[in-house]
Structure formats: structure tokens, C-alpha cells
């Protein structure tokens, strides 16, 4: 039986969410930016445990065998560290009212980049004879050809960085462009009729959390970004997409039993696991 809810597809939902949260933080924005700095921490904080709930029900629903178990467990543990890192900016800034330590947000963003690189590879690894030698090679490519001028921003400014600043600043976009290449090539699967719809909703949203990593690194050097900018809507698009496309692989958008399809192609298989 079809649910209310589900009279809309998750396609719709997805942009209804997108356009909601733009116009929230942009009204935030008028208010000021304590409010706007209290609003996007508070949505970030939301949308993280949200999707940390819908990614430890998939590994109950998974287990540990195969490569999605594992690619399961791991997107939990990062989605774990990303939702410490919401909590630390909201347990000191909002609850506490001082500034958190410099760098404890960035300890939890960063190894959750590495946790989340490693699952999405272990979820990709069943393709890997549909993705040639060619499409890596073209990928790091634009990849590094990204990296350079992030590296570069960053390298003409370091004199007003300290070590520690340096170091970090230097993380994040390494780390976004290794992250980078596994990301297209998923949205690449995707329109070639290899990885489902939530699969590419992840990489999506990955990739537009690089885009914001790089907007508000070239905004912080400028020293025009403060928290609550209008940027940070990025950030929380990432959660957004990143819980609709597991809440539809979960079947909250389908009254469809979907329980013989495939959690990596979404159709009826046996040779991706």
C-alpha cells in the first residue's frame, strides 16, 4: 500500500530539502551572524544524526560479509566522527557559549574523510571491471589539475599561517582530491547504468562537499568567511543528499519490496556483493 508521503518520488523530496535549507540559512543570513552561526550548526547537527541513524541500520540490515558490509561499517564510523565533529561545534559554541580548541572539529572531519574514502572503494570494488585504466588516469588528472590551485592559495598565504593552521589546511584539500576521483567515477557508473540512484546520491554529495571545502578555504584566505556564511549551505546539502539516498535505498520512498533487488545496482542480481 502506497503511504502519503510516497505520492511524491525522492527525487522531488530531495529538491524540496535542497530549496528549504538554501532559504533557511539565507534567511539566517539577515539576522545576523550569531543566528545565522546557530542555524547551520543546529541543521548540521540534525542532518548528521540523521544520517548516522539510517547508516547503522544498514549495516544491521548488511552485517560484515562482502564488500557492502564493509563498505557499510566503515561509511557508520565516519558517519559517527562527522556527527562528533556537529557535536563539538555545537557543544562549545551553542551549549558552552566559548570557542571550541582550534582543531577539535578538524580531527573528526579528517579521519572521516579517510573512513568515508575507504567505504566508498569497497563499494565500488564489484565494478571494478567497468571502470578502465583510461577513466582513472583522466579523473586523477582533473583531480590533481584542481588540487594545484588550492595548494597554491594556501602556499603564497602561509606566512601568515601558523604550523598548525598549515597542516590542516593543507589535509583538506589533499584529501578532497583522492576522495575526488572514486566519487566521479560513481557518478560515472551511475549514468552508465551501473551503480543505483543511492550510490550516486552519495558521491554527489561528496563532491559537493569538496566544492564547499575549496569555497570557504579560498573565502577563510580572503578573510571574508565567517561561520554561518551562505557557503555552508554546501555542507548541509551533503547530509541532505547523503540521507535521502540511503533513506530510498531503505525503501522509504518506494512502496515497491525491494528486497531481492541488488544494493549496489538496485536490480535483480547476484554478482555485487
Given at each position: 500500500m502506497q503511504l502519503f508521503y510516497q505520492r511524491f518520488n525522492v527525487q522531488e523530496y530531495l529538491l524540496f530539502a535542497l530549496l528549504g535549507i538554501t532559504a533557511l540559512v539565507l534567511l539566517s543570513n539577515f539576522?545576523?551572524?550569531?543566528?545565522?552561526?546557530n542555524v547551520t550548526e543546529g541543521v548540521g547537527i540534525i542532518l548528521s544524526g540523521v544520517v548516522m541513524f539510517f547508516s547503522v541500520f544498514m549495516v544491521s540490515k548488511y552485517g560484515i560479509?562482502?564488500?557492502?558490509?564493509?563498505?557499510?561499517?566503515?561509511?557508520?564510523?565516519?558517519?559517527?566522527?562527522?556527527?562528533?565533529?556537529e557535536t563539538v561545534d555545537v557543544l562549545y559554541n551553542v551549549a558552552l557559549g566559548i570557542d571550541a580548541w582550534q582543531y577539535a572539529d578538524d580531527f573528526f572531519y579528517i579521519t572521516g574523510y579517510q573512513l568515508f574514502f575507504a567505504s566508498l572503494v569497497f563499494y565500488l570494488k564489484p565494478f571494478s571491471k567497468q571502470i578502465s585504466k583510461k577513466m582513472v588516469v583522466s579523473i586523477t588528472v582533473i583531480s590533481i589539475s584542481l588540487l594545484i590551485p588550492?595548494?597554491?592559495?594556501?602556499?603564497?598565504?602561509?606566512?601568515?599561517?601558523?604550523?598548525?593552521?598549515?597542516?590542516?589546511?593543507?589535509?583538506?584539500?589533499?584529501?578532497?582530491?583522492?576522495?575526488?576521483?572514486?566519487?566521479?567515477?560513481?557518478?560515472?557508473?551511475?549514468f552508465k547504468g551501473g551503480v543505483n540512484f543511492m550510490v550516486s546520491l552519495l558521491c554527489l554529495g561528496i563532491i559537493t562537499q569538496i566544492v564547499g571545502d575549496n569555497s570557504v578555504l579560498f573565502l577563510s584566505l580572503q578573510q571574508i568567511y565567517y561561520p554561518g556564511h551562505l557557503v555552508e549551505v554546501l555542507f548541509l546539502w551533503t547530509y541532505t543528499?547523503?540521507?535521502?539516498?540511503i533513506s530510498n535505498q531503505i525503501g522509504l520512498f518506494n512502496s515497491n519490496d525491494k528486497e531481492e533487488s541488488c544494493p549496489a545496482c538496485g536490480k535483480t542480481c547476484s554478482g555485487h556483493n
Open positions: 539576522g545576523g551572524q550569531d543566528t545565522a552561526e560479509k562482502g564488500n557492502h558490509g564493509k563498505a557499510w561499517i566503515l561509511f557508520m564510523l565516519f558517519s559517527a566522527y562527522w556527527f562528533c565533529a588550492s595548494l597554491l592559495m594556501i602556499i603564497d598565504s602561509q606566512s601568515e599561517i601558523s604550523n598548525g593552521n598549515l597542516l590542516v589546511l593543507l589535509s583538506y584539500p589533499i584529501l578532497d582530491s583522492i576522495i575526488l576521483i572514486p566519487a566521479i567515477i560513481g557518478v560515472i557508473l551511475f543528499m547523503f540521507a535521502f539516498g
